[in-house]
């Protein structure tokens, strides 16, 4: 830090921001508290590797602790566990773009593998089926295959792993935007083929619903417990966290792995990381594989969050919406995704549609504000990229990039104007 | 390029007894996948109906429809020619062209009653109006979210790309609503005009064509012989030597967008009266077809994205005819990816830094 002495005085704006943000939000006013000072106490020893990580124990407990102060459903808990299913997703994707520089605008397509995933066995969707594993209570009994979560699980970042490696595939020879069109092209694949899969039937087997979507899908069902209920959020939430955790870990791991170096290296200069030796197909593939799995394993989630798999979801905005999450937080950086992934959420799914939506009629105009959400994550974007490109919290090695790369941008008329006048 | 030529020579020393069909499918792959649709459905009509009308009928659609598509083509080819860029927000420049002309039409109070000469001369004056429009806006696009990135990563000027895609996507919400809206068929668009041998040849056919070929002549004319078309082509081949031969980079940037967006606004009218019906979404997939038929015929290359424009257009319409129009756009990008693993420099491009 430049100023050491005004590091109480960003702490405490940083608190005071976080309490805002906490109230307006509605979260529990203790809560909001507690996280002010959390976020004070991380703002102020940033410097501090030790006091960060205790920070961060002492944050996860909080989240932990969280959903007891709030209802069981309803009002803040239900954007809460969405935001850390995203939050999962929006990881999934940083691996992809922030780690390996590859742009993805495909994304949705593993969130759709991961969807189906679930819609296939964790419904009656396949009717002529009769198979139970390890499942309790009603679902029991019912037609259809019916899996533990944790099976589908697997099964799904399996099959998401598999998908993102052949997406990657054709690109491995492409670069740059070739890399973002093809990966595009692959999302809207998946997406027509979701939107008219009930015309196609395999052995009597519709391939999906379309429009009607994979309905109900089965609440989660973890061994040992009792089945979840849409009544009641807390448990989503902790498992939703839990899998934050899991990803979390596995992305500091791996950014900090040789795998990662290697991604990194790939991402500043293909050409000299290929020369130093970083296998380039092996590495693309494995961010790929990565980024599409932790994609696959929170669309599992949320398919039975939201009980139904239909081909309304897995539209192109989708992919932008996780792509401006991280984008927003920092491209590469971890904390900044989840910080990002968890403000779009609320800005989503409670600025845009219960605060600001009669903001436009109170001035005289006449326009309803959600059908223009993603214009709003599409000036996000511009603005950005434009102003703040390193994100809301930058990784230090990519803001170095980028922050470099249009520092010389912004002034390449001048400068430029100044080799020519000394030549 | 470079990871290119790195992985060939090792994968060509595993597989040498495969070297002669890669070769061959590197050369010709692309082009025998172009002819199976209609060479399929060609065989079909002749076995089933004794002549190829259909066909020919789907030929004719699908020209007409790719006039537009290379129309709006020519704009992705020009610019990623001169700055590696896929100006992802193209597609919506052309619906805002589609949205001005859909709105023009009233100001100058044309109806579907209005003769022949008053038509005329309130088409090219809407016609103007939406180049006009369209190339202002794609000046505009590019000023604010382009040229402060012009050093950035390749990943800056992208993602600000898609973000204006949105933003122009939600212009249209504004002005037209979020349905699709039908707009007065002035030039009664399906009525047939003459056929040939079961082929009809509607108004819209020949309105496409006929607007499509004076324009891209008069395009190519300009970039060929001009001192600005001079002034691109250096830029695209070196933009730092052209400075130093003092050509303006940032202004002959500027004048390919405005190119561009010329185009695409004359493709957003040309639109509005063949389909009769506009949508902020059009614009969206219009984009990604047009980007498809840029690469088929070989990004940078102005011949080659009409050519594919074309193209595109035929088996766009083959497969809305044949195998139903919901599934068109996953067609399209079938072949998107298959070009890109194929033959990722096109039909009559040459290799370029990205993609070879």
Known sequence: MRRPELKPLIAAAAAGLAILIGLLIEMDTTMSVVLALLVGLRVFFADDPRAVKLIAVGLVVWAIVLPLFHVEAGGFIDDAVLALAYAVMALGLNIIVG??????????AFFAIGALAAGYFMSGFVFDANIHVLVSGLNAELPGIHLSFPLV??????????????????????????????????????????????????????????????????????????????????????????MLLLVLFVNYRLRDSRLGRAWIALREDEVAAASMGVPLVKTKLLAYGTGAAFGGMSGAFLASLSNTVNADQFQFSFSIFILAMVILGGLGSIEGVVVGAIALTYINFRLIPDVLNDVPSKIGLDFDLTELSFGIFGFLLVIMMVMRPEGLVPERRRKQELVEGIGTGETAGAGESVVEARA | MEAGTQAAPALNARTSALDPARRFFGQYGLIILLLVLP????????????????????????????????????????????????????????????????????????????????????????????????????????????????????????????????????????????????????????????????????????????????????????????????????????????????????????????????????????????????????GFQAGLIAFTA???????????????????????????????????????????????????????????????
Not at chain 2, 148 to 162: E, S
Not at chain 2, 316 to 337: C, E, H, K, M
């Open chain 1, 99 to 108: 780690f390996a520089g590859l742009l993805d605008l495909g994304y949705v």
């Open chain 1, 153 to 242: 699980l697997v099964i799904a970042v399996i099959l998401c792993t598999i998908a993102g490696m052949l997406i990657g595939l054709p690109t491995l020879r492409l670069r740059g935007d070739y890399i973002a069109i093809v990966t595009l092209a692959f999302g809207e694949i998946a997406g027509r083929l979701v939107l008219n899969g009930d015309e196609i039937s395999i052995a009597g087997q519709k391939l999906t619903n379309g429009r009607q979507g994979i309905t109900p899908v089965d609440k989660i069902d973890l061994p040992l417990l009792q089945p979840f209920e849409a009544l009641n959020l807390r448990p989503w939430f902790w498992l939703a966290l839990a």
């Open chain 2, 294 to 356: 840029a690469v088929m015929g070989g990004i940078g290359n102005l011949q080659g994205a009409v050519l594919g424009g074309f193209i595109i257009g035929i088996i766009q319409q083959i497969s809305d005819n044949r195998i139903g129009g919901q599934w068109t756009p996953a067609i399209v990008f079938v072949y998107l990816v298959l070009i890109m693993v194929l033959k990722p420099q096109g039909l009559l491009g040459e290799e370029t830094r990205e993609a070879g």
């Open chain 2, 39 to 282: 060479v399929v459905y060609g065989v079909q009509d002749v076995s089933q109906d004794g002549s190829l009308s259909r066909l020919g009928n789907n030929l004719v659609a699908g020209l007409s429809n790719g006039a537009i598509w290379a129309l709006v083509a020519i704009g992705y080819t020009l610019v990623y020619g001169i700055v590696e860029l896929i100006n992802f927000a193209h597609g919506d420049v052309f619906m805002i062209g589609s949205l001005t002309a859909a709105g023009f039409f009233g100001t100058v109070g044309l109806t579907a009653a209005t003769g022949v000469f008053g038509l005329a001369v309130g088409l090219l004056l809407t016609l103007i109006v939406c180049m006009v429009a369209s190339g202002m806006l794609n000046v505009m696009i590019e000023r604010v979210a382009y040229r402060p990135l012009r050093n950035a990563p390749k990943l800056a000027p992208l993602i600000t790309a898609v973000g204006f895609s949105f933003i122009l996507q939600n212009v249209g919400i504004l002005w037209i609503g979020g349905s699709p809206e039908g707009i007065t068929d002035l030039i009664k668009a399906q009525k047939q005009l003459f056929e040939i041998g079961g082929v009809t040849v509607s108004h819209a056919d020949v309105l496409a064509v006929g607007a499509t070929i004076p324009l891209v002549l008069l395009l190519t004319v300009f970039i060929t012989k001009s001192r600005i078309g001079k002034a691109m082509r250096a830029t695209a081949q070196d933009p730092q030597a052209a400075r130093l031969m003092g050509i303006n980079v940032d202004t002959t940037i500027s004048t390919t967008f405005l190119i561009g967006g010329l185009m695409a606004g004359a493709g957003g009218l040309i639109y509005a009266l063949y389909q009769t019906t506009i949508w902020f979404f059009q």
